[in-house]
């Protein structure tokens, strides 16, 4: 079967028709059409490779040919739920928990990160009697409602939304941009302090917590990462007021970061979660997820009186693709790809801040990377326009990469964990040029800083759509290049 059915337009006239017009599409006013993969590479309809750097989901590399013979094996026998008794149930069950530490020791299969999340607040709420959760500031979670409520990457959006009651933000552990910064002498006790007071506010008000939920590392907040510390102290106060600590590892998980298995474990040895949620990587692709929690925490949802069943989650295809991915990841040595790779990109990326002075941040574990981009580093004002020009610039030169954050300001290199010491020197190449032909457009030099008088006068806004800028050329420019025509519908990606 041929891998296209319908010319480019016609998929998109198609997908205009039958598909929500909230579901949004990579590069709308020039979208890519994707019809196979492999490794760390995409092809579309006319066979153009582009590199890959935005697909965390793709974690042992797109089409995995273990992966797939696994699944296509297994499907050919028997697929069917987990009140059966199977064998991949729970051996997967065991080769996961090896990989954790020894409290979190009790398994639930879900079908994606959202579903898991959602289970993780119900066992929390279960094990405590409490309610409230605390969230931190640009989360994001997933997109059932129960999410959405503790997610303020998205409920930040809603004009009209009020916040759930039982809801409390704590600022996120950010030390470049957030309220504690790296020359604080311990912004690990002064965020988690703040966690402590939200504690004491909501017990005064009568609330109870459940939970304090965070990302392991902040992934849509604009690639945060929390000081050391930090969450041992948030956990003595959660636990001290009944309540649990919930890690999501949906983005970051299975050695992502390199030095360890699980982003959680870069806090140190001695913080343990009580209950952790898997999802994206997990599979390859596949859609699969997973809670796991401790004893206690299973044993008081079973005294609910709730049988908990859930029709696809552990069926002994995921399952069998799962166990294929913990393979590869050994066999191949990808977390220790990931430690390598991720090292060489970032201090390639050091090297091109010390040249460019719209590069305000370097920041990452293993292959887990943002670059913010700021118009100041005095004042760090946000470098939102000219984030959205270098991917799209690169989406021109055939290579994927996102910006998120709050300000959508943050280049996030999240990539297969294939990834190589290659594909970082094209990648970092690629945007030293750009951000080269930008600050030579804005007269950004390294011995000047613009006021935001001057700057005004250098840079020509675009507003897109959704209301984000796009940048056109000023000073400097070639006139007439094609990315001048390309630049009139910048949509964030």
Request: hydrophobic content about 35%; proline content about 4%.
């Amino acid at each position: 079967m041929s891998a296209e059915r319908f010319e480019k337009k016609e998929t998109i006239d198609l997908r205009k028709r039958y598909i929500g017009p909230s579901c949004k599409i990579f590069f709308s006013h020039d979208p890519i059409k994707i019809v196979r993969a492999k490794g760390q590479y995409m092809y579309d309809e006319q066979g153009q490779r582009y590199l890959d750097c935005i697909n965390n989901v793709a974690h042992v590399g797109h089409c995995h040919p273990d992966v797939v013979k696994a699944g296509a094996q297994q499907m050919e026998l028997l697929n069917t739920n987990s009140r059966f008794l199977h064998d991949n149930l729970v051996l997967y069950a065991q080769r996961l928990q090896a990989t954790l530490p020894d409290k979190l020791a009790v398994c639930y299969f879900v079908n994606s990160g959202s579903e898991a999340n959602d289970l993780a607040l119900r066992l929390a709420r279960q094990y405590t009697g409490h309610t409230d959760i605390i969230t931190l500031e640009n989360a994001y979670h997933g997109h059932v409602s129960s999410l959405i409520d503790i997610s303020p990457y998205k409920f930040h959006q809603l004009s009209d939304a009020e916040q759930n009651q039982f809801v409390h933000v704590a600022s996120s552990p950010d030390v470049y941009r957030g309220k504690y910064r790296a020359d604080h002498p311990d912004p690990a006790t002064a965020y988690a302090d703040e966690v402590k007071d939200i504690i004491s506010k909501a017990h005064k008000k009568g609330g109870k917590i459940a939970a304090f939920i965070a990302e392991s590392l902040q992934s849509c907040g604009g690639q945060v990462i929390p000081p050391v510390g930090y969450f041992q102290q948030v956990a003595q106060h959660v636990r001290k007021a009944g309540g649990v600590f919930i890690a999501d590892e949906v983005q970051v998980g299975f050695g992502r970061v390199g030095s360890h298995f699980w982003a959680f474990q870069l806090q140190g040895e001695d913080f343990v979660p009580d209950i952790v949620t898997m999802g994206k990587p997990i599979g390859n692709g596949h859609p699969m997820s997973c809670v796991v929690t401790t004893k206690e925490v299973a044993e008081a949802f079973m005294s609910s009186g709730m049988e908990y069943f859930n029709t696809f989650g552990g069926n002994p295809v995921s399952c069998a693709i799962g166990l294929a991915v913990l393979d590869v990841i050994e066999k191949e040595d990808l977390q220790g790809n990931a430690l390598r790779v991720g090292q060489y990109l970032t201090s390639l990326l050091e090297k091109q801040k010390e040249k460019h002075l719209l590069i305000g941040d370097i920041r990452g574990r293993g292959l887990f990377v943002g670059v913010e981009l700021v118009r100041d580093r005095l004042k760090i004002t946000p470098a939102t326009a000219e984030a959205q020009e270098v991917i799209y610039r690169l989406k021109e030169q055939h290579i994927l990469l996102s910006a998120d954050g709050p300000h959508r300001n943050v280049l996030k290199f999240k990539p297969p964990m294939c990834f190589t010491t290659e594909d970082a020197e094209l990648v970092v190449e690629k945007i030293d040029v750009i951000l080269t032909e930008l600050e030579e457009a804005l007269d950004l030099k390294l011995n000047h800083t613009l006021t935001a008088e001057n700057e005004s006068d250098k840079r020509k806004l675009l507003t897109d759509e959704n209301g984000h800028s796009g940048v056109l050329h000023g000073k400097g420019s070639r006139q007439g290049s094609p990315q001048q025509t390309k630049q009139s519908k910048r949509l964030r990606t």
